[in-house]
C-alpha cells in the first residue's frame, strides 16, 4: 500500500535555515493532508493540516503546501531550530467520502544541525 | 492542553493470551482510532468508532480484534489470542467532528511484545 509516500527517509539542515519535507500521493479520493512529528517513544503530535479547496496553510513556523494537479505536498519549517528534530509524517483521509481514517507516509527524519 | 492517554506503556505477553489495550480519549471528543506501527514499518489504521459503533475497520482488524467504549471515559482494544506478528507500538487517537477539527491527537502509544 503506497498511497502516501515520503521518498526521502532523511534530510538534515543547518539551524536557522529552511526545511523542506515532501509527500506525494497516489489516490485522488484524498482531500484531507495533515502533518505530524514523532519523536521517539512518544505518539505522533499533529502539527499543521490543510484541505484540499486550499493551496497553502500557515501556522507560525509551519507552512504546508498543496499542489493537487501534481498529487503532491510539502512542509516548511522556516527557521529550523533543533527541538525540530524529529520523524515528520504525512498522512492523508477521504474525509468528505465518508472514511475517517488516515493513510500514513513512510515518514522522513529531520536532523537540525547547530 | 487535554491529551490522549494509554495505558500500560509496555505490555508483555505470551502467543495465545488475551492482551487489552487501554485509552483514555480527550473528554470532547468523539471519534475514538487504534492504529498500530510495527518497528520499522508505516503507522497503519485499525479502527475507527463513533457512537459507540465500529465506523470503519481495516483489513487488519479480523474477529481476533475487538473495541469498546465500557463507560464515558475509556476506549479499549482487545486483542482475543495474541500471535507474534501482533508485536507492534499500538496508538489511541481522538477528534473532534466539528468543521475545521477532524485533526486526530495520538496518544503516548502501548508497547505491545508477543513471546
Known amino acids: 500500500d503506497q498511497q502516501v509516500k515520503q521518498n526521502s527517509p532523511s534530510l538534515s539542515v543547518q539551524e536557522g535555515r529552511i526545511s523542506i519535507l515532501n509527500c506525494d500521493y497516489t489516490?485522488?479520493?484524498?482531500?484531507?493532508f495533515l502533518w505530524y512529528k514523532k519523536y521517539p517513544a512518544e505518539g505522533p503530535t499533529f502539527l499543521i493540516s490543510?484541505?484540499?479547496?486550499?493551496d497553502k496553510n500557515e501556522d507560525g513556523r509551519f507552512t504546508v503546501f498543496l499542489n493537487k494537479s501534481a498529487k503532491h505536498l510539502s512542509l516548511h519549517i522556516v527557521p529550523s531550530q533543533p527541538g525540530d528534530s524529529a520523524v515528520y509524517f504525512c498522512?492523508?483521509?477521504?474525509?468528505?467520502?465518508?472514511?475517517?481514517?488516515?493513510?500514513f507516509g513512510q515518514g522522513t527524519r529531520l536532523t537540525i544541525n547547530p | 492542553e487535554p491529551e490522549v492517554t494509554q495505558t500500560p506503556s509496555h505490555q508483555v505477553t505470551q502467543m495465545g493470551q488475551e492482551v487489552i489495550l487501554r485509552c483514555v480519549p480527550i473528554s470532547n471528543h468523539l471519534y475514538f482510532y487504534w492504529y498500530r506501527q510495527i518497528l520499522g514499518q508505516k503507522v497503519e489504521f485499525l479502527v475507527s468508532f463513533y457512537n459507540n459503533e465500529i465506523s470503519e475497520k481495516s483489513e487488519i482488524f479480523d474477529d481476533q480484534f475487538s473495541v469498546e467504549r465500557p463507560d464515558g471515559s475509556n476506549f479499549t482494544l482487545k486483542i482475543r489470542s495474541t500471535k507474534l506478528e501482533d508485536s507492534a507500538m499500538y496508538f489511541c487517537?481522538?477528534?473532534?467532528?466539528?468543521?475545521?477539527?477532524?485533526?486526530?491527537?495520538f496518544g503516548p502509544g502501548t508497547r505491545l511484545t508477543v513471546t
Open positions: 487517537a481522538s477528534s473532534r467532528t466539528e468543521q475545521s477539527s477532524y485533526e486526530q491527537y
Open positions: 498522512a492523508a483521509s477521504a474525509l468528505f467520502q465518508g472514511a475517517q481514517k488516515l493513510v
Open positions: 490543510i484541505s484540499s479547496i486550499k
Open positions: 489516490n485522488s479520493m484524498f482531500d484531507y
